[in-house]
């Protein structure tokens, strides 16, 4: 899509209405001074950054794609100077903290540049994209020494950064990675130690690239004697050029033929003794790696959000201004040969459709964001664990259920456009290719899924869920005491009650063992997006009948016909879900693998 147009007043309904952003912030020291009107003058000139400089060279950089040469790889026109304006505007350092050169202002503020980053340009955002979590990894577990040398550039996006996890033999699984490393000096050895790592590495978004002067890989690797599993796994720092630049023995061998997502170059990487430093303790890579893997997922349900946005906001605009046939209902004033084919139902039920999507699922990734930030900060420690619990819980939700939406609605916007969307000329096809990585890097939505139900429910046999249910409630309850939003609360009511009888349905099935509980792990994940758009939806109308109590808008009644179109139409798509997670268990029928 060669255009964008930032939904700033969507964002700034859920952050003042929806959010209570600027109460939730006055709670937290570090951000107790961070008013509406100054969060909202980020986020718009964020907008302009994303509708200026990255939706103009979105086709081209579909088009042209990146280019590899035994020298280096070379991004698409336009691609290395915005990301010299990105660097130049602040825009790496926006969460990172103070005291290591960053501004310090929250997730959620972060939340909603990437949305449009990703919304304006897919796959110039994925260069930039690792920041955050590489930051955190190396704030969190780098020694002094590796953090003096990288942490400053890594804030100011002078660096970029890449995770390096898949193999050709190891993709989710990594417990079968064989990329080995030994320690330059055996009587130098623990957190920052210089190693040497050899092996290869696939998949890797941003492996090389002439858009920043250097590039840290953060690599998972298995040091000599280490035991097999994911409990040998540790993880180092390896940079493109060492800190005398000198070149490392870091070689991108090629570059994948994707999809989608043409402009960021996924490179398939060689180590030869590449020179690098140890990040945490021996063998404890994965615990390490595990914050970098949660921001990339959380990254990755923004861009589920941001092509959410991008196909909703197309569709409508075309849709109101296509000429087609005679509606059912003509408005005055309209030509007699054809009306926009906005009047039509079947059109309006699919731009509805998208626009309750993109409006609830907003709701829900920017909660998200904001419990992130009262996980880091919150003063009061039982709410910072609680927080933390909800980001932990829901992450492989967001991660799944909003790219799985992101792609499924850019699909379905598709058929607004008819043949025109077929072709590359208005630039959904493009959306619809790119949306459906996001699907599968960061962990497969089945894996997802599995953890989830997995690691997440049976972990604490649904303790958090339900605490989690009983907020959820009250928030129900306060629907139902008005009646203009009572049908809200009765519908999250209802997802409530299914919710709950799920639980005890999985509960049921762990007796009869893990088999049959992943089973219905898509199910379970599923179901449970649907009830997060069912609150959603719920906070939205809530917001608007206060705003409407003083100054009643169109702008307001939109809204309010979006969150009505979402409970009356699309909660419907949850009962499958919750149906099947009531079958008896073994109905999945296995399949048989010769020897």
């Not at 509406?36 to 200026?52: L, N």
């Not at 980053?117 to 969190?140: D, F, K, Q, S």
């Not at 456009?417 to 962990?443: H, K």
């Not at 899924?449 to 997995?454: G, P, T, V, W």
Request: with cysteine.
């Amino acid at each position: 899509m060669s255009s964008y147009n930032p939904p700033l007043n969507d964002m700034a309904f859920t952050l003042a209405h929806v959010l209570d952003a600027r109460s939730q912030w006055a709670k937290i020291p570090a951000f107790k001074d961070l008013d509406q009107d100054t969060a909202m003058a980020v986020i718009e000139q964020a907008g302009t950054f994303a509708s200026e400089l990255l939706a103009p060279i979105n086709a081209t950089g579909d088009e042209h794609g990146c280019e590899w040469t035994p020298e280096g790889v070379h991004t698409p026109p336009g691609f290395r100077e915005a990301y010299a304006a990105f660097v130049e505007q602040g825009w790496p350092a926006l969460a990172c903290a103070p005291e290591h050169g960053g501004q310090g202002l929250p997730h959620l503020l972060n939340a909603a540049l990437y949305e449009m980053l990703a919304g304006a340009n897919h796959g110039w955002t994925m260069y930039p994209g690792l920041l955050y979590g590489a930051y955190e990894t190396l704030a969190a577990h780098a020694s002094p020494e590796v953090q003096s040398l990288y942490l400053p550039h890594i804030v100011s996006g002078e660096y970029l950064a890449t995770m390096c996890l898949s193999e050709p033999q190891a993709g989710s699984d990594l417990g079968l990675i064989r990329t080995r490393g030994n320690w330059s000096n055996p009587d130098q050895v623990g957190n920052g130690a210089r190693v040497h790592i050899t092996g290869s590495k696939v998949f890797i978004s941003g492996g090389d690239s002439d858009m920043s002067s250097n590039l840290v890989h953060l690599v998972l690797f298995r040091l000599p004697e280490a035991p097999t599993g994911t409990k040998g796994i540790s993880l180092a720092l390896v940079p493109k050029y060492l800190p005398d630049g000198t070149k490392n023995k870091v070689f991108a061998d090629s570059i994948e033929k994707k999809m989608g997502i043409h402009g960021s170059a996924t490179c398939q990487m060689r180590f030869e003794q590449a020179e690098g430093w140890l990040i945490g303790e021996p063998r404890q890579g994965l615990r390490a790696m595990f914050l970098m893997m949660n921001a990339a997922r959380l990254h990755v349900a923004l861009q589920g959000l941001g092509h959410l946005e991008a196909a909703t906001q197309g569709a409508w605009a075309y849709a109101k201004e296509r000429l087609q046939m005679r509606a059912p209902q003509r408005a005055a004033g309209m030509p007699r040969e054809a009306d926009p084919i906005a009047f039509q139902p079947a059109m309006r039920r699919v731009l509805w459709r998208l626009r309750a999507r993109t409006d609830g699922g907003r709701v829900f990734a920017y909660w998200l964001a904001q419990r992130l930030d009262e996980a880091h900060h919150h003063p009061d420690a039982q709410e910072r664990q609680c927080a933390l619990s909800d980001v932990n819980f829901l992450t492989p939700v967001a991660k799944a259920f909003l790219t799985d939406l992101g792609h499924r609605s850019a699909d379905e916007a598709l058929q607004v456009w008819g043949g025109y969307g077929y072709v590359r000329e208005f630039g959904i096809e493009q959306t619809v290719r790119d949306s459906r990585i996001a699907m599968i890097y960061e962990g497969t939505n089945e894996i997802q899924a599995i953890d989830l139900i997995q690691r997440k429910f049976l972990a604490d046999g649904g303790a958090h869920a339900e605490d989690l249910i009983t907020r959820m409630a009250q928030h129900a309850a306060i629907a139902c005491a008005r009646t203009p939003t009572r049908p809200f609360g009765e519908s999250l009511e209802l997802q409530i009650k299914h919710w709950r009888a799920a639980h005890e349905a999985i509960l049921l099935r762990a007796t009869h063992g893990i088999e049959h509980v992943l089973e219905v792990a898509d199910d379970y994940l599923q179901a449970t997006g649907h009830t997060m758009l069912a609150w959603a939806w719920t906070q939205i109308a809530l917001a608007c009948m206060k705003c409407a109590e003083t100054q009643p808008t169109s702008e307001l009644e939109a809204r309010l016909a979006s969150a009505q179109h979402g409970i009356n139409y699309l909660l419907d798509d949850a009962l499958p879900h919750w149906a099947r997670l009531h079958r008896a268990p073994s109905h999945l029928a296995s399949i048989q693998v010769d020897s």
